[in-house]
């Protein structure tokens, strides 16, 4: 036990700080960023282990190398605006490596940007092209109602995707990212429980056709339209085919044993292959479960006591819902996170996002979201469904309690340049809490629980999630392998340039 006494305030991690403190007198080696505290290692490796931790996330896995052919063209393709209706906007555009695997901006912009290869803060929507179908309600800001999430170790969910799991597999076997032969649920299935016959093997594979169907994202508001979905994917698989024998063709004869075929299937399967192979678990973190005990530090130590121990002992039980070496049971809890931007168009007031419950039909699913990873989550920010916290900080303290985190949001935390929508924020994010009371008054399962903490828990927490980061993250050199440099401008001469708002290169 970690934790000697079950009273909060009188807990034992005060009792254990009083006696640390007192044996710190004697020793040099105390003065840590944290003079208060040394964690026994052998006492929360204990606790990490009895809650199913390993270390590695990526145990039996079968994941693809990113020099693998099918991963190499999916590269080309990710990175391609000619993917998009109108040449613009590209699956990287919102998913740069160096930005995280995300785009860095609490929501998205995709088709008509002012510089369409201008990533991250600065990417601004032209307001004199097309918003919507009839450019109605122009109001500025991002089209893009929800915050982009990071494709590092996309490869390792397996049971949803996007935060509202809509991309289902029906199996949701172990290990398997949805390629387990019981097929996978999309939005093109007939219903929420039948599986998308083109889905293609894996989750990874089967969310990928989706976001250029999406007018924001990619589609834009002229091409192939009005289409159904698949009159778009034949559409654009015309499109990669016209672009001739040294174009698309022949790349895709180098990843499909000198087939020059392209079918939507292979276009989708090429760019889940690329992104299955981010895979990037190698933190201080895994160190330090794999045995070194350096490897993090007395803080991210404390923090991973508070996050691993039970409320009732004392910590703040954030493994209930982050669970496993993934930090993520990929379940859905209401978290009522602020409920910036234009929304899923529902609630009274038009810009509310309900979450799961419009997947699920289900009302008590309703401002569900999924349970995201948190490794390297350090580099994935803004955070929440809508990208409404830029200090991680910020969510930590809301993941601790949520009505006094609501109270306390900062508006001026959003980045101001971006014409975020936020008229409704309280408005919208009260009706959550609401349902977040409600949940706990009927005591649905894993709903959440408040906790009491210090300023310092706070620190510790955050330590404890930034040893989450594998450096290779933050390392461009190291990212280079994923990023598409020196194939000139692509096989369409559409290659997404990717610089930041100074003008360098991601
Ligand atoms: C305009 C920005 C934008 C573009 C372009 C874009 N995405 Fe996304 N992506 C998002 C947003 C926003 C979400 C979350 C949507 C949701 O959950 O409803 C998302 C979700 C995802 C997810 C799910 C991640 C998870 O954790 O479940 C994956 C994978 C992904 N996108 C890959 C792609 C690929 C592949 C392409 C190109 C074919 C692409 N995206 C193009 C913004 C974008
Ligand atoms: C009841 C389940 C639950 C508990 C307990 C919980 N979380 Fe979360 N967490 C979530 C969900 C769901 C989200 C996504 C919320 C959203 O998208 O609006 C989330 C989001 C986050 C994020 C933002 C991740 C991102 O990519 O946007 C961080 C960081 C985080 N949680 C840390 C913690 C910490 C630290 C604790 C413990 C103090 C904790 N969580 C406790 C369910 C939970």
Redesign the pocket.
Known sequence: MLYKSKKRNMGARQLLTLSIASSCLLMASCSNDNPAATVDDAELLTLVSAVGLTGDPTTDRTLPLVTDPKAKLGKKLFFSKGLGGNDDSACVTCHHPSLGGGDDLSLSIGVNATTTDLLGPGRMHDETKAFNDNNSEWDGGPPVPR?A??TFNIALWDQAMF?DGRVESLGKTKGANGDDGKGIVTPDSDDFTTADPDAGDTLTAAQSRFPITSHEEMRGFKFATPGTNAELRTALEDKLIATGADGWPKHFAMAYSGNTEITHLKIAEAIGEYERSQVFVESPWKAYVEGDNTAISESAKRGAT??FSSIDNGG???T???AGDFFT?EQ??????PQIGRGKGVGALGDDDF?RSEVSGNLVDKY???????LN?EV????????A?TE?EN??R???NPVDAIANYDMTQLDANAVLQFENMQANTQLALEQLQANRTNNVS????N?E?TDADVDD?VA??KALTDPCVKDRDCLAPWIAEGMGNGPDNLKQKAFDVNGDYL
Request: hydrophobic residues 45%; contains cysteine.
């Open positions: 915050n999430p990071t935060h508070m996050f703040a039980n954030c209930s819902c982050h049971d859905f809890h209401v978290l009522a996170t979450g569900k979201f999924r349970t995201p990873t948190l989550v994935t920010g803004p955070w929440g469904h809508a990208g916290y991680l969510m930590v809301h993941m601790l894993g709903v959440h629980q906790v903490f927490l404890f999630l």
